[in-house]
């Protein structure tokens, strides 16, 4: 497709289970950042990748949570152990370069029960 | 730690009126963007504001960044029920990541 795609769209998971969420950058899109937005909150900064690499991971909350991004394209959020307040609309974004305008995906809501 | 505080929280008008949303910060952001984010989908960028005093215009949003480039103000002229949603500001510290404010829900009511 033409914008960023995530998947799944809904996850529901319980206390302690590993989770890997899904993001499919626009093609050719060097930057992707993840986001997580809390109800009634405005999202917020976890990992931005330029490339292959984690260009700044100062986001994320504690080592139970980890990104990677091997071939540049795909991204993957894993998360650990999952916690009740872990639960969150997990935002994806991409962008052509540094600094240029990002484009969202539909997110992944994550409950965790 | 950079915070963006969002006023009003939540907004409900009529159609036909005007209405105005403020993003404040006591940092200064290279530029400044506002996003419209609508239930389960992401936040879709409607313009970036980069230099102090800048007044831009989309159709009949207006959006202005401070003098200091620390607040905006985004008006909209005349809401209709289609501008109803989650207006997010967001400043670009200048390392290509993004602080969000909490947004300000709109409901624009027929």
């Known amino acids: 497709g033409a914008g960023v795609s995530q998947t799944p769209s809904n996850k529901v998971t319980e206390k302690g289970k590993y989770v890997e969420l899904r993001c499919d950058p626009i093609?050719?899109?060097?930057?992707l950042y993840w986001y997580r937005q809390s109800l009634g909150q405005g999202p917020e900064f976890l990992i931005y990748f330029q490339g292959t690499g984690a260009a700044d991971d100062s986001g994320l909350p504690n080592d139970r949570f980890f990104a990677v991004r091997p071939e540049g394209s795909v991204s993957t959020l894993k998360i650990q152990r999952t916690e009740r307040g872990d639960s969150a609309v997990y935002l994806c974004a991409s962008s052509a370069d540094t600094n240029t305008e990002a484009f969202f995906g539909q997110g992944t809501r994550l409950t965790v029960v | 730690t950079q915070l963006l505080e969002q006023s009003p929280q939540f907004l409900s008008i009529q159609e036909g009126e005007n209405l105005t949303v403020y993003c404040n910060s006591s940092s200064v952001f290279s530029s400044l963007q506002w996003y419209r984010q609508e239930p389960g989908e992401g936040p879709v960028l409607l313009v970036t504001v980069v230099t102090g005093g800048e007044v831009k215009k989309l159709k009949r949003l207006t959006f202005q960044f401070g003098d200091a480039r620390k607040d905006s103000s985004l008006h909209i002229t005349a809401a209709q029920p289609g501008d109803t949603g989650l207006y997010l500001c967001a400043g670009d510290s200048g390392y290509s990541t993004l602080t969000f404010g909490k947004g300000t829900m709109l409901l624009v009511s027929p």
């Open positions: 093609s050719g899109h060097t930057a």
